[in-house]
């Protein structure tokens, strides 16, 4: 069956790092987009980054822009989001997902930024920055 499974998430001061993990089972992510979304509470769930297996395009959400860095690991099936610099206001649940070959979103057509079009969804793993 297909699984996503995100680890890494934690505490972690401002200006700190964390890199997110997204192991993927029952698919293969070298033919897959992987996104990468958050929601924090009372807040819309958004897509932060997205890396299509199409063209190997990538996208980020304006505000981690510089900070945040999405990266394969196709022959693990594995996708990592690096996240840098990070800001008390990047605290949410992150979630990875996944689709065939192209991410749904892009910085010209945002149909899928807040996670329509995505297949299959990770349970999640909880980023906290906070000092």
């Known amino acids: 069956q297909e699984q996503l499974v995100e680890s890494g998430g934690g505490l972690v001061q401002p200006g700190g790092s964390l890199r997110l993990s997204c192991a993927a089972s029952g698919i293969t992510t070298d033919r897959y987009a992987i996104g990468w979304f958050r929601q924090a509470p009372g807040k819309e769930r958004e897509g932060v980054s997205c890396?299509?297996?199409?063209?190997?395009?990538?996208y980020y959400l304006d505000s981690v822009k510089g900070r945040f860095t999405i990266s394969r690991e196709n022959a693990n099936n594995t996708v990592f989001l690096q996240m840098n610099s990070l800001k008390p206001e990047d605290t949410a649940v992150y979630y990875c997902a996944a689709v065939p070959w192209s991410c749904p979103f892009s910085e010209t057509d945002p149909w899928g930024i807040y996670g329509y079009g995505m297949d299959y969804w990770g349970k999640g793993t909880l980023v906290t920055v906070f000092s």
């Open positions: 890396s299509s297996a199409s063209d190997g395009s990538t």
